[in-house]
C-alpha cells in the first residue's frame, strides 16, 4: 500500500511542532537567536527528535527553541507556508494546523499580527498547493490568558481561524480552569478542540467534554482507561467511554506522539486499534512532525502494520476525519466526493467502505 498516495485528513498538528531544521537555523541566524543546542544540522535534528525523551514535559522543553525562532512576521509566515507544502508533499488534502500565537510575541509582534502572519503563510502554501487548511489557536493550560485567546479566535475568524484549542502540561493545569473561555467559544458558535486524556486519565476527558464543552478531543486515547480490555480488546465500556462512543466525540489520535512522551513503550501497546475496533471516532494525526520525525503517511503506515488498519480502515479515518474537521459542510461533501473518495478509488478500491 502506497500511504503517501491515499489523500489524507490531519485535524492535529502543532505548527511550532513542524519546523524543517534548516528553517529553524535560518531563522535563527536571521534572528540572531542564540540558544539553540547545536547549530550542526544533523546533530540539531537528533536533538529535535524526542524519541527518548519519555515525558510530555521534555517533549514540550523542545518547543521552546522552535518558538525562539518564530518571533518576526516573516518567520511565522514562512514556517506556516512550508508545513502546507510539507504536508501536500504527503498526500495530505487537507489540514487543520494549531499553535499559540502569545508565544511569538516576545519581540515586538502583536498577537493579531502574528495570527495574520500565519494565515497568510498558510494561504501561500495553499495557493501553491491546492491543499486546504484551517488555522487552530491555541491556549495554554498552563497560562491565565485563554479568554484573550478565544476573542482573537472570534475576531479573526473572517480571516480564515476555525477554532480554539487548550494545550501545553495536562497533569496539575485542569481543562476547567479555562471555563470563561471555553464558554465564549460555544456561545460565539465557533469550533473547541481540547487537549485531554494524553498524559492523564478519564477525569481529564470527561472536564474537557463534560464541563468545557470539547466538539473533539486531542488524544483523548487514555478513554481506554474507562474500558475493559481483555486479549487486545475492548469487552466492556465505563460510562464516559460510553457516551465518547456512542456520540462518536472524534479522538484526535497521534500514536507516535504517545510513544515518544512515554505513554507506552511500543506502537502494538498503544490502545488505537482497540478503540477503532470497539467503534471509537478515531482520527489519525501527527502532533509535531519535527519532535516525533513523523508524517502523516508515516501514521498510517504504523496503525496498518501494528493494529491491521485495512484501507478500507483508512479510507473510514479520512471520511470521519473530514467530518470532524472545523470547516463548512460544503467543504467536507466537495473534498469527500471530489478528492477522497475518487483517490481511494484510484489506488483499486470501492468508495463505499462497507462493501
Ligand atoms: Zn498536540
Known amino acids: 500500500m502506497d500511504v503517501v498516495r491515499l489523500p489524507k485528513v490531519l485535524l492535529h498538528e502543532h505548527l511550532d511542532g513542524g519546523l524543517r531544521t534548516e528553517t529553524i537555523l535560518e531563522l535563527a541566524a536571521e534572528q540572531e537567536y542564540r540558544g539553540l543546542p547545536t547549530e550542526h544540522p544533523d546533530e540539531l535534528a537528533d536533538w529535535f527528535y524526542q524519541g527518548e525523551s519519555g515525558s510530555l514535559e521534555g517533549y514540550l522543553e523542545a518547543f521552546r527553541h522552535t518558538v525562539g525562532v518564530m518571533q518576526t512576521a516573516e518567520a511565522v509566515e514562512r514556517v506556516a507556508y512550508e508545513s502546507v507544502v510539507d504536508l501536500a508533499a504527503d498526500g495530505v488534502v487537507y489540514a487543520e494546523i494549531r499553535f499559540a500565537p502569545t508565544l511569538c510575541t516576545t519581540r515586538d509582534l502583536s498577537p493579531r499580527r502574528v495570527i495574520e502572519a500565519a494565515l497568510a503563510g ?131 489520535v497521534c500514536v507516535t506522539s504517545n510513544l515518544h512522551t512515554g505513554e507506552y513503550p511500543s506502537p502494538a501497546d498503544h490502545p488505537v486499534g482497540a478503540l477503532h475496533r470497539a467503534g471509537f471516532a478515531i482520527t489519525l494525526s501527527t502532533d509535531n512532525r519535527l519532535m516525533s520525525r513523523t508524517s502523516l503517511s508515516d501514521e498510517l503506515a504504523l496503525v496498518a502494520e501494528h493494529h491491521e488498519f485495512t484501507t478500507r480502515d483508512l479510507q473510514q479515518v479520512a471520511e470521519r476525519s473530514m467530518m470532524a474537521a472545523f470547516c463548512s459542510l460544503p467543504t467536507k461533501e466537495r473534498l469527500l466526493t471530489e478528492v477522497i473518495r475518487p483517490g481511494y478509488e484510484r489506488m483499486g478500491l470501492s468508495p463505499d467502505p462497507l462493501s
Open 122 to 252: 498558510l494561504r501561500r502554501g495553499e495557493r501553491e498547493t491546492g491543499l486546504e487548511t484551517g488555522l487552530i489557536l491555541d491556549a495554554l493550560r498552563n497560562q491565565t490568558d485563554s479568554l484573550e485567546v478565544a476573542r482573537l479566535v472570534v475576531e479573526m475568524e473572517a480571516q480564515g481561524v476555525v477554532g480554539f484549542d487548550l494545550s501545553g502540561p495536562e497533569r496539575g493545569f485542569p481543562a476547567d480552569d479555562h471555563l470563561p473561555a471555553c464558554r465564549y467559544i460555544r456561545e460565539a458558535s465557533m469550533a473547541l478542540t481540547i487537549h485531554a486524556g494524553e498524559a492523564d486519565g478519564p477525569d481529564s476527558i470527561w472536564r474537557a467534554l463534560q464541563r468545557c464543552g470539547a466538539h473533539r478531543i486531542g488524544h483523548g486515547i487514555r478513554i481506554v482507561d474507562d474500558c475493559l480490555v481483555e486479549d487486545g480488546d475492548i469487552i466492556s465500556l465505563g460510562r464516559l467511554a460510553s457516551y465518547v462512543r456512542d456520540h462518536q466525540i472524534p479522538l484526535e
